[in-house]
């Protein structure tokens, strides 16, 4: 697989609590010129952002991050407010407390919610799949189906680990066709961004991929 394919499903990110604006244009920069699917920050900077990248790039950015336990109103209007700022996609982390007692009507009823903000704009699904067993997991690939979200996502990269390909093969076996799979947090090379791709990924949520190439150009003088 192609380096271009690869860049093409990546949602290019930043979003360490120390972000700070030079930073955020950088990764506009490389995500413009690596040609990637987004470029996924901080709501604080979303105005900013798409301001400065315009109709080059489209704007991810994050929702309830990254412990999900907010009130649906404050992730309802996180979401309102992210795309009145211009956000593209909304990459929102479900209650995981829910998760825990079992309250999974209530998780759907919260997605969608925030679908219904979005409207034709993009929403991803994050469960935070290495604090889930493989039941919760696949109660929550039926419940993102059944909310009309247009992606689940393995990880924010905050927690204790990140996307795993067994994870992305027992959402490719459980989720809905219509839902797409973001795999994020702790890819770090194109092999194994090929690998989350093989298995079922259509999004990556890396900042490595990037770097790696921009290292490369470095190094050869290209």
């Not at 901080?42 to 301001?51: C, F, I, L, W």
Request: hydrophobic content about 40%.
């Amino acid at each position: 697989m192609d380096k271009e394919k690869i860049f093409a499903a990546v949602d290019h990110t930043l979003l360490a609590q120390t972000a700070t604006w030079e930073e955020i244009k950088v990764i506009c920069d490389d995500a413009i010129k690596y040609k990637t699917a987004s470029v996924c920050i901080p709501p604080s900077y979303v105005k900013q952002a798409k301001e400065y990248v315009g109709d080059k790039m489209a704007v991810c950015t994050v929702i309830g991050f990254p412990n999900g336990y907010n009130t649906t109103a404050v992730k309802e209007f996180e979401t309102k407010d992210a795309l009145a700022n211009g956000a593209d996609e909304i990459d929102m982390v479900i209650n995981l407390g829910w998760v825990k007692d079992k309250k999974f009507d209530d998780i759907e009823a919260e997605i969608r919610t925030l679908k219904a903000a979005c409207g034709n704009k993009v929403l991803k699904v994050i469960i935070e799949t290495c604090l889930l067993n493989d039941d919760e997991k696949v109660e929550m690939c039926k419940r993102v189906g059944a909310a009309g979200a247009d992606f689940i996502k393995t990880s924010t990269g905050f927690s204790k680990a990140g996307a795993t390909f067994e994870d992305v093969d027992l959402f490719a076996k459980n989720v809905d066709k219509k839902v797409r799979i973001k795999a994020a947090g702790g890819i770090s090379s194109f092999d194994d961004a090929e690998k989350f791709m093989e298995l079922g990924a259509s999004r990556l949520g890396t900042s490595r991929l990037v770097r790696i190439a921009k290292a490369e150009t470095n190094v050869s003088g290209y």
